[in-house]
T-cell receptor, first 116, second 115 residues
Framework: AQKITQTQPGMFVQEKEAVTLDCTYD???????LFWYKQPSSGEMIFLIYQGSYDQQNATEGRYSLNFQKARKSANLVISASQLGDSAMYFCAMRDTDTGGFKTIFGAGTRLFVKA | DGGITQSPKYLFRKEGQNVTLSCEQNLNHDAMYWYRQDPGQGLRLIYY?????DFQKGDIAEGYSVSREKKESFPLTVTSAQKNPTAFYLCASSNWGPGSNQPQHFGDGTRLSIL
């Protein structure tokens, strides 16, 4: 069965510094995709970035980038130049190919606190 | 603008009462989902639907029911059989299929509490 693990319940970062949020995954399928979502205190889930298993380069979207290490099965989210508005829960997720890709498996999340 | 609308934003349930949470999307997505989130926790899948008139149980379906009569709508009923319904409920939709790089799109959620 596929699994997503986020081992950092909470992280602190100083404003304007970079921070890395860890995500490891387990799958036997050679074709998979990994997603990161942000959940502010208001509750909505916001899609941030996607990495496909066959993508040649690490994904980047503005201040967000993925440190994708396929052999280690890790897909860590890097947020550069942290802003106060980055304070939120962050979830790593992947499609559950055991169910034909209909379901998404979410990690437990990491709460990020950005300090002024 | 396309998106997902959940209503109401806050809902209170009395003991023994069924309540229905609304979810409407205009993204033309085939798949829709309901998740439950408890404070400080991740998302747990309640039900999902791949297509109209079809749906499957997720990981915590007991005490909940759904219908999918229209592509745009996927209401969730929290029945009196759900003894601990207090939680944050999120509805989502997506295009589906293995290898799909399409993310799930989420509504703003409904906070349900017991009176």
């Amino acid at each position: 069965a596929q699994k997503i693990t986020q081992t950092q319940p909470g992280m602190f970062v100083q404003e304007k510094e970079a921070v890395t949020l860890d995500c490891t995954y387990d799958t036997s399928d050679p074709s998979y995709g990994l997603f990161w979502y942000k959940q502010p205190s208001s509750g909505e889930m916001i899609f941030l970035i996607y990495q496909g298993s066959y993508d040649q380069q690490n994904a980047t979207e503005g201040r967000y980038s993925l440190n994708f290490q396929k052999a280690r099965k890790s897909a860590n989210l890097v947020i550069s130049a942290s802003q106060l508005g980055d304070s939120a829960m962050y979830f790593c997720a992947m499609r559950d190919t055991d169910t034909g890709g209909f379901k998404t498996i979410f990690g437990a999340g990491t709460r990020l606190f950005v300090k002024a | 603008d396309g998106g997902i609308t959940q209503s109401p934003k806050y809902l209170f349930r009395k003991e023994g009462q069924n309540v229905t949470l609304s979810c409407e999307q205009n993204l033309n997505h085939d798949a829709m989902y309901w998740y439950r989130q408890d404070p400080g926790q991740g998302l747990r899948l309640i039900y999902y639907s791949q297509i109209v008139n079809d749906f499957q149980k997720g990981d915590i379906a007991e005490g909940y029911s759904v219908s999918r009569e229209k592509k745009e709508s996927f209401p969730l009923t929290v029945t009196s059989a759900q003894k601990n319904p207090t939680a944050f409920y999120l509805c989502a939709s997506s295009n589906w299929g293995p290898g799909s790089n399409q993310p799930q799109h989420f509504g703003d959620g409904t906070r349900l509490s017991i009176l």
